[in-house]
C-alpha cells in the first residue's frame, strides 16, 4: 500500500482518515542479515545433531565475537537477563548495588531476583546515562557494586564511575545490551569494568533471535561463568559449582554469525536513517533529536526524540498519533524502573532522588528504525508529528 500523503489534521488517523502503513511498524522490527548464510549454518546444524550444549556455533561465535570486540573472553548465554544475573553472582554482588532507574527493567531484575538490593541514581538529563555524583550520593556501608548502563549505545561515564569503585572498593560491570558496535575513547563497549553484558535480542541492532553474552578479560571470572551457565559442570558426571541453565543454543549462534557478517550494513542504513530523521524532524519546535557522539562509533539504532514544552503538542499526543497510524513509537523507559513492581512499593520515596529520570521519563519517545524503515517511512513520521503539533 503506498503511503499516504499528509497535508493537515484531517489526514491523520486519530481525526478518522485510514492509517499511514496497514502492517505495524515496530521500533525494532528484527533485522535478518544474510537469509541464504543463516539457512547454510542451519542445515550444518541438523548434519552435525549438535543441538546446544556448547556445540561448535556457538564455540566459532564467542571466539568471532571476542575477536571483534578485542576481548579476551566471550562468554555466550541464552538471554541478556540470564547473562546479568550470572555476571552479577560470578561477580559475588551482594547487599545493594547501584543502577540506574532509567534502563529497561531487567537491570534491576537481575539484581532482585537475586535477593540483591537495586538502588537507584539518577542520570544527566543530556546523556541519559548514570550521573557519577548521584552514584556518590547513593553509597552506603552495603554497597558492593555499581552496574552502569550504555544506554543507547551511548557510554556510560566509564571513567568516572570506574574512579567511583576503586575509591570505596566497589565492583564495575557494565549492561551493554543496547552497546554492541559502540565505542569509548575509541575503543570497543565489552572490555571496560570488571564485565560487560550483551543482549543480542531480537529487537537489538545485532540479534541471534534470543541470545547474550558477557565478555571480559578475566580468565578466572570467565571460567566461573562458563560453569555457572552450564549447571556448574566440569567434563562429564562432575558438578564442581551451584548452576544454571544459561546455555546459548546452536541454531542463535547461527544467526549471529550470519548477522555479524552483515552487521556492517545494518549500521550503514540505521545511520543513515538517524540522519534522515535529524533532517526531517529540525524544523518541528520542541523536539530535539538525541545525538551520538561523532567521534565514537555506534549502530544508531535507537532514534531517541525529546518532546520539549515549547512543543505544541505532548510527548502522548504525539504517541496516541503515531500509533493510530500504526506506528508503534515507545515512550521507552517510562515511567522508569523505580516505578514498576516490586520497586514502586520497597522504595516509594525512590522518586525525590530521581529529577532527571522522571524529566527524561516525561518527555521521551522512540521512533521506528532499523533495515525495514525506508526514507518514505521517515518522511511520512515527520509529516505525522508535525501535523499533530
Ligand atoms: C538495557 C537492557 N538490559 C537488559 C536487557 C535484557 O536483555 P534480554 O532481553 O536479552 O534478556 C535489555 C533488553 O532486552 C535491555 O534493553
Known sequence: MPLKTIRSKADLAINGAPPAFDQPLHVGRPNIGDREAFLRRVGQILDNQWLTNNGPMVQEFERRIAEYLGVKHCVAMCNGTIALEIAIRALGLAGEVIVPSWTFVAT??????????????????ATHNLDPDAVRRMITPRTTGIIGVHLWGRAAPIDELQAIADEHGLKLMFDAAHAFGSTHHGQNIGRFGACEVFSFHATKAFNTFEGGAVTTDDDELAETMRLMRNFGFKGYDNVIHPGTNGKMIEVCAAMGLANLDAFDDIVAVNTRNHHAYREALKDIPGISLLSYDPNERNSHHYVVIEVGDDCPASRDEIIAALHAENILARKYFWPGSHMMQPYRDLFPHAGLMLEHTR???????????????????IGT??????SVS
Open 359 to 377: 524529566e527524561v521519563a516525561g518527555k521521551v519517545i522512540v521512533l521506528p528504525n532499523g533495515m525495514d524503515v525506508s526514507d518514505k517511512a
Open 381 to 386: 513520521i515527520h509529516a505525522i508529528i508535525r
Open 108 to 125: 534491576a531484575h537481575a539484581l532482585y531476583w537475586q535477593g540483591i538490593t537495586p538502588v537507584f541514581a539518577d542520570i544527566g538529563p
